[in-house]
């Protein structure tokens, strides 16, 4: 029985020592291109668990965070996190399905490819059927370092 106690007890320390994402509002910043996030359903994040304080560096796209993994991989304290366009609640990218999407700019000049994610590979069939679903690691290999 003592077992079973000093288990329990250290499953409820971990989980309460591991970091939740922050919610990212539009207006913020993307820390790879610099340039404003308008669609938080798009929205991704790296968190990091530092000595004391966690980080949080906000991406506009899971597409902008995979080219800043791509150029600069992060450590094992780092978890990264990428918005369910479905639900828009926060997942970790290794559980998520990505399917491509074409953004335009707001002055309708700039056509860009990216992803959005969802939580389940069903809710991204439905949400394009001509593709097959991409798992993150796919999306990070196949990502073009600007």
Known sequence: MRTFY??????????????????????????????VIQDTRLAAEIMDEGDRVATSYPFRT????????????TGKSSTVYVTDYHTERMI?????????????????KKVEQDFAAFGSREDANRFRQDVPAKRWADVVATAVVD
């Open 6 to 35: 000093a288990l329990l007890t250290v499953a409820v320390v971990a989980g309460c020592a591991s970091v939740a994402p922050i919610k990212l509002q539009s207006g913020d910043t993307c820390y790879r291109c610099h340039r």
């Open 62 to 73: 899971s597409g902008c965070l995979a080219k800043y993994l791509k150029a600069n991989p």
């Open 92 to 108: 970790e990218a290794g559980d998520a399905w990505f399917v491509p999407l074409t953004l335009t700019s707001a002055d309708g």
